[in-house]
Every structure is written in C-alpha cells, then in structure tokens.
C-alpha cells in the first residue's frame, strides 16, 4: 500500500486547540462544581471535535455537533479559511432549574481551517444528519507535493 501524503500535516486549528487544552488544564474533564465559574465568551466559546481524513482523492472533515440545529450552522470559505460557526441552544430554562452537574457546552462556537491551496467554494459540499456535519471537498486530498525550494539555489527550483 502506498503512503499517503497528508495535506492537513500541520493544520489544526491552533487556537481552538490551545482554548480546549487550557480549559481541561484548568479544570479536568468536568467543570469542578457543575456550573462554569463565568460566562463564557467568543475566546472561551465550546470547541466542536472534528476528524479530517480523505476518502478517495477527497478530503472529508466531520464535526461533532450534537443538539446544534441545521439553521444555527453557518459555513464560509474566504481567502482559503474554511469557517463553520454557530451556536448550540439549552432546550432548558435555565432560570427554573439547578444543575448539579453541568458537562454540555452551550452558545456560540467557531472552528477556522486553512484547506490546501486552490480549493474554492464550488468543490465543497455539507450534509447534516445526527448532530454530524460532514463537508466533502472534492479532490483535495490528491494536492502535489509542495515544490522545495534549496537554499544557494539562484534558479529557484529544486532540481
């Protein structure tokens, strides 16, 4: 079986990695009495799980986004940044319940990817179906090797 070049080597989304990593830091894998010490903002907003993997010459990315409705979900590719945005809504009134343990995140939630060069809009298709979302770029997982460069090189080229 040949190997694969990885077009995402280096892609995640560092900041969203670096916001889950600093909230479990702080407080483990569950909030320590249940409810968040403060509110939570567009820097500490909940941070949907994705896997990236090709199928094919596809790349296919899935999000997790269990109990956020299709209509809250908002999908943008602008100068190569692939975007998915929304917001996951309590069904609950929060003012007439007590949480004695709270472990879903809820509000606003932001995940931005770099796709490989040349992809654009109109490769790019969405499903929704079980709280998964599913975008399907089409033939981006086939990318050539990038062109290396030598350093003393005058040309430019690898040769």
Known sequence: MSQRRDP??????????WNRM???GMYGPEQPSGQEE????????????????????DLVIRFELAGVREEDIDISLIGGVLSVSGERRSELDEEEVHFYTRERSYGNFRRSMNLPEGVDGSKISASYEDGMLELTVRGAAGYPEPERIRIGDTSGRDR
Do not use: C, K, L, M
Request: aromatic share 16%; glycine share 6%.
């Open 8 to 17: 995402f080597r280096g892609f995640v989304d560092s900041i969203s990695e």
């Open 38 to 57: 403060q509110r939570r903002t567009h820097a500490t907003a909940w941070i949907p799980n994705a896997d990236i993997f090709a199928r094919g010459d």
């Open 22 to 24: 600093r909230e479990y």
